[in-house]
């Protein structure tokens, strides 16, 4: 009896723990999108940057394949507004949410090392915010969004990882 009440009130912790980590991520969609653009552009401009910098043929590789597949991204995701009818941020707004979302730039073999755990970190974290948004968005369009974005973030993540490796 001992042993199920104690089963009983860790699940019942389990439960809230979960509800609590739930609101830390619910977001409208008009949020959801004006921060995953946000994301997204910081992740573009991070990435022509290291493209600029950097004199590794992988990092450059891996660059334009981020910033094609973010791109692409947040066009569609401007697209999900338009259907929703949802009011976008100003441009101006987005890349200034961008800018404090992107890496501090350095010079050098350290750049490409910054990058890449920039990257990694990143890249894990809008992995695990899109994950929270695909199980608790009762959105179709944006469940959508991040069922299919999951897959390239996960792409990323793991060249990234690669990338970090080799410095």
């Known amino acids: 009896m001992k042993r199920m009440a104690t089963r009983l009130c860790n699940a019942s912790i389990a439960t809230l723990l979960g509800l609590f980590a739930g609101g830390a991520f619910a977001q409208s969609p008009a949020e959801f999108i004006d921060e995953a653009s946000a994301q997204g552009m910081a992740d ?3 990435s022509r940057l290291a493209h600029q910098k950097s004199e590794s ?5 891996y ?4 910033i ?8 569609h995701l401007a697209k999900i507004a338009k259907q929703l009818d949802l009011p976008v941020a100003p441009r101006e707004e987005i890349v200034e949410k961008a800018k ?9 073999a350290t750049f490409d090392e910054a990058y890449a755990a920039s990257q990694v ?3 894990q974290e809008t992995i695990d915010q899109l994950q929270q948004v695909a199980h608790t968005t009762d959105v179709p369009q944006i469940k959508a969004f991040a069922e ?3 897959p390239k973030l996960q792409n990323h993540l793991q060249m990234a990882k690669v ?5």
């Open 44 to 46: 573009i401009e991070a």
């Open 57 to 61: 043929k992988e990092v450059k590789d």
């Open 63 to 66: 660059t334009i394949v981020v």
């Open 68 to 75: 094609n597949d973010r791109t692409t991204a947040n066009q």
């Open 100 to 108: 404090a979302l992107m890496p501090q730039a350095m010079d050098g």
């Open 121 to 123: 970190k990143t890249t």
């Open 148 to 150: 299919e974005t999951l």
């Open 163 to 167: 990338l970090q490796a080799r410095s």
